[in-house]
Nanobody
Framework: QVQLVESGGGLVQPGESLRLSCAASATTFSTYTMAWYRQAPRRQRELVAF???????NYAESVKGRFAISRDNTKNTVWLQMNSLKPEDTDAYYC?????????????WGQGTQVTVSS
Protein backbone atom coordinates (compact mmCIF):
# COMPACT_ATOMS: atom_id res chain seq x y z
CA GLN A 1 0.00 0.00 0.00
CA VAL A 2 1.39 3.38 -1.04
CA GLN A 3 1.68 6.00 1.68
CA LEU A 4 2.17 9.69 0.99
CA VAL A 5 3.44 12.09 3.64
CA GLU A 6 3.25 15.83 3.03
CA SER A 7 5.18 18.55 4.80
CA GLY A 8 6.04 22.20 4.38
CA GLY A 9 2.76 23.99 4.98
CA GLY A 10 2.46 26.98 7.25
CA LEU A 11 1.46 30.60 7.69
CA VAL A 12 3.03 33.19 5.40
CA GLN A 13 2.35 36.73 4.32
CA PRO A 14 1.15 37.66 0.83
CA GLY A 15 4.02 37.65 -1.66
CA GLU A 16 6.08 35.14 0.27
CA SER A 17 6.98 31.58 -0.74
CA LEU A 18 6.52 28.06 0.57
CA ARG A 19 7.76 24.69 -0.61
CA LEU A 20 5.61 21.64 -0.04
CA SER A 21 7.11 18.16 -0.05
CA CYS A 22 5.49 14.78 -0.51
CA ALA A 23 7.41 11.61 0.22
CA ALA A 24 6.06 8.33 -1.12
CA SER A 25 6.64 4.84 0.19
CA ALA A 26 6.67 3.11 -3.15
CA THR A 27 9.07 0.94 -5.07
CA THR A 28 7.77 2.02 -8.48
CA PHE A 29 7.51 5.75 -7.81
CA SER A 30 9.03 6.60 -11.18
CA THR A 31 5.94 5.21 -12.94
CA TYR A 32 3.50 7.35 -10.94
CA THR A 33 1.79 10.52 -12.02
CA MET A 34 2.08 12.82 -9.02
CA ALA A 35 -0.17 15.76 -8.33
CA TRP A 36 -1.06 18.42 -5.81
CA TYR A 37 -4.66 19.30 -5.07
CA ARG A 38 -6.13 21.85 -2.72
CA GLN A 39 -9.40 22.15 -0.91
CA ALA A 40 -11.10 24.67 1.32
CA PRO A 41 -14.05 23.83 3.59
CA ARG A 42 -17.32 23.42 1.68
CA ARG A 43 -15.50 23.51 -1.67
CA GLN A 44 -14.55 20.76 -4.10
CA ARG A 45 -10.97 19.58 -4.18
CA GLU A 46 -9.24 21.18 -7.17
CA LEU A 47 -6.16 20.16 -9.11
CA VAL A 48 -3.26 22.56 -8.64
CA ALA A 49 -0.54 20.84 -10.67
CA PHE A 50 0.58 17.45 -11.84
CA UNK A 51 3.78 15.91 -13.12
CA UNK A 52 3.71 12.76 -15.20
CA UNK A 53 6.21 9.95 -14.94
CA UNK A 54 8.21 11.31 -17.89
CA UNK A 55 8.23 14.84 -16.46
CA UNK A 56 5.38 16.54 -18.30
CA UNK A 57 3.76 19.15 -16.09
CA ASN A 58 0.46 20.99 -16.07
CA TYR A 59 -0.94 23.73 -13.84
CA ALA A 60 -4.22 25.31 -12.92
CA GLU A 61 -4.61 28.72 -14.54
CA SER A 62 -4.74 30.39 -11.15
CA VAL A 63 -1.20 29.27 -10.26
CA LYS A 64 0.60 29.37 -13.62
CA GLY A 65 3.80 31.37 -13.41
CA ARG A 66 3.81 31.26 -9.60
CA PHE A 67 3.92 27.55 -8.69
CA ALA A 68 6.29 24.86 -9.91
CA ILE A 69 5.99 21.11 -9.44
CA SER A 70 9.03 18.88 -9.57
CA ARG A 71 10.06 15.36 -8.65
CA ASP A 72 13.11 13.30 -7.82
CA ASN A 73 12.55 9.63 -8.55
CA THR A 74 15.70 8.66 -6.63
CA LYS A 75 14.16 10.14 -3.48
CA ASN A 76 10.53 9.15 -4.12
CA THR A 77 9.62 12.77 -3.55
CA VAL A 78 7.60 15.44 -5.29
CA TRP A 79 7.66 19.14 -4.43
CA LEU A 80 5.43 22.12 -5.02
CA GLN A 81 7.30 25.42 -4.97
CA MET A 82 4.80 28.19 -4.35
CA ASN A 83 5.92 31.77 -4.99
CA SER A 84 4.09 35.09 -4.85
CA LEU A 85 1.49 33.58 -2.59
CA LYS A 86 -1.91 35.24 -2.37
CA PRO A 87 -4.61 35.05 0.32
CA GLU A 88 -6.75 33.05 -2.12
CA ASP A 89 -4.07 30.32 -2.10
CA THR A 90 -5.10 29.55 1.48
CA ASP A 91 -6.22 25.92 1.52
CA ALA A 92 -5.38 22.44 2.66
CA TYR A 93 -3.00 20.95 0.07
CA TYR A 94 -3.04 17.24 -0.71
CA CYS A 95 -0.53 15.09 -2.49
CA UNK A 96 -1.92 12.51 -4.92
CA UNK A 97 -0.36 9.54 -6.68
CA UNK A 98 -1.80 7.57 -9.59
CA UNK A 99 -0.31 4.50 -11.23
CA UNK A 100 -1.45 2.09 -13.89
CA UNK A 101 -2.90 -1.26 -12.94
CA UNK A 102 -4.62 -3.88 -15.04
CA UNK A 103 -8.04 -2.55 -15.94
CA UNK A 104 -7.55 0.94 -14.57
CA UNK A 105 -5.33 2.78 -12.12
CA UNK A 106 -4.40 2.80 -8.48
CA UNK A 107 -4.53 5.94 -6.39
CA UNK A 108 -3.33 7.24 -3.04
CA TRP A 109 -3.75 10.48 -1.08
CA GLY A 110 -1.70 12.15 1.58
CA GLN A 111 -3.17 13.49 4.80
CA GLY A 112 -2.94 17.12 3.71
CA THR A 113 -0.94 20.12 4.84
CA GLN A 114 -2.42 23.54 5.60
CA VAL A 115 -1.23 26.64 3.78
CA THR A 116 -2.43 29.99 5.13
CA VAL A 117 -1.59 33.27 3.40
CA SER A 118 -2.48 36.25 5.52
CA SER A 119 -1.10 39.59 6.58
Amino acid sequence: QVQLVESGGGLVQPGESLRLSCAASATTFSTYTMAWYRQAPRRQRELVAFIASEGTTNYAESVKGRFAISRDNTKNTVWLQMNSLKPEDTDAYYCNAKWPVIGGFGEAWGQGTQVTVSS
